[in-house]
């Protein structure tokens, strides 16, 4: 079993930058693909972003790639998204996820953390 918790969201402007951090309980934290997905108002959950146990592959949904950062630091069972260049349509509860399945962790992962409210403002 595995427990997220995840921090940094906020208010910041258009154009601006935010890193979540998703902090993850248990010893077997490197085992698992980690995730980002986002949720924003009348909208369905979508993915965000998704990192490989070692970090060395990663995925982006179109509408953040080249923007958005995902990375992993399994020393400190951590799991970041780095967010640049945020745009008011980027507003939305972030939520951190993982599973032990890297095709699974992109689509219906079974491990949730409680969501951080990220507002970008025009």
């Known amino acids: 079993q595995v427990q997220l918790v995840e921090s940094g969201g906020g208010l910041v402007q258009a154009g601006g930058s935010l890193r979540l951090s998703c902090a993850a309980s248990?010893?077997?934290?490197?085992?698992?693909?980690m995730g980002w997905f986002r949720q924003a108002p009348g909208k369905e959950r979508e993915f965000v972003a998704a990192?490989?146990?070692?970090?060395?592959?990663?995925y982006y949904a179109d509408s953040v790639k080249g923007r958005f950062t995902i990375s992993r630091d399994n020393a400190k069972n951590t799991v970041y998204l780095q967010m640049n260049s945020l745009k008011p349509e980027d507003t939305a509860v972030y939520y951190c996820a993982a599973d032990l399945n890297l095709i699974l962790v992109r689509t219906t992962p079974s491990h949730w953390g409680q969501g951080t409210q990220v507002t970008v403002s025009s």
């Open positions: 990192v490989s146990w070692s970090g060395g592959t990663t």
């Open positions: 248990g010893r077997t934290f490197s085992r698992y693909g």
